[in-house]
């Protein structure tokens, strides 16, 4: 049998592709951002602060020389999540990547949130998801290839007190993604969910320092630490890029052992 030929480091090139990041201004969404830059992606930032969007665009291409631009848009719309796609076909005439990075969390026990805070998280963190995915997933099948990478999380995967809102959309996503994977896998479409630990981003600065953190968040994971944001950004490209060229349905932990506890 002949010998596969193995491509090596020039399969995390990402050079000549197009990645929407939604949430991309800040936080997780930023750092993938960066890193898919860093491999020579072209980027769209979509989130609803224009002014944020446009700022973290503009440093995506001072700090990377790529082609960076921002988009405003409720992800939880149709309408704006199809204009979405729309303005990226005009101005780069292909979409191959769509991390789905927005969402939300809030925090409490179930007797003190209240049932609209518990449909505002699913709406943003699972319905924003998958609109988002409906949207783009016409025109990479008609390529017939495309990349989809869902921001699922741990509490995706494991339970924690006082987050039934967003371990229950998470667990949504975790299953969306599974069941689209099967769905797009004939269309030469991966889909694939990345499932964070506990990094510290703005949505989690408030806990950061409580005894809840100490003792069931970073206290929990095998590192004892949080993560630093960098270090989501070789997960992203991975499976962004012909590197993850197998990858289907995976869920991806990057959460410093927390779920091998």
């Known amino acids: 049998m002949q010998r596969e030929t193995l491509p090596g480091i ?4 990402l050079r000549g592709r197009v990645a929407i990041i939604t949430g991309g201004s800040k936080g997780l969404g930023l750092a993938m951002a960066a ?5 020579g ?5 979509v989130n609803r602060n224009a002014e944020e969007g446009l700022a973290a665009a503009q440093e995506l291409t001072r700090d990377f020389g790529v082609k960076a631009i921002a988009f405003k848009a409720d992800i939880t719309q149709q309408e704006e999540t199809e204009a979405m796609v729309r303005a990226a076909l005009d101005e780069f005439g292909q979409i191959d990547i769509l991390i789905n990075s927005a969402g939300i969390n809030i925090r409490g026990a179930i007797d003190e ?7 505002k998280v699913l709406d943003v963190n699972v319905n924003g998801t ?9 025109h990479m099948k008609q390529r017939g290839k495309g990349s989809i990478i869902n921001l699922a999380s741990t509490l995706g995967l494991v339970g924690l007190s006082n987050r039934t809102p967003y371990t229950a959309s998470k667990g949504a996503v975790v299953q ?3 069941a689209l994977a099967l769905e797009m896998a004939p269309f ?6 990345i499932c964070p630990g506990p990094f510290l981003t703005e949505m989690n600065i ?3 320092h409580t005894d809840e953190a100490k003792n069931f968040v970073v206290g929990a994971t095998a590192l004892g630490r949080w993560g630093h944001l960098r270090e989501i950004q070789g997960a992203a490209i991975f499976l962004a890029s012909d590197a993850g060229s197998y990858m289907v349905g995976s869920m991806l932990t990057v959460d410093g052992g927390w779920t091998a506890k």
């Open 206 to 208: 408030p806990i950061a």
């Open 113 to 119: 949130i209240t049932p609209d805070d518990f449909t």
């Open 35 to 39: 890193g898919l830059a860093s491999a």
């Open 188 to 193: 030469n479409i991966n889909v694939n969910a």
């Open 176 to 178: 969306m993604t599974r």
């Open 10 to 13: 020039k399969q995390f090139d």
């Open 130 to 138: 998958w609109l988002c995915c409906r949207a783009v997933i016409p």
């Open 41 to 45: 992606a072209t980027i769209m930032l």
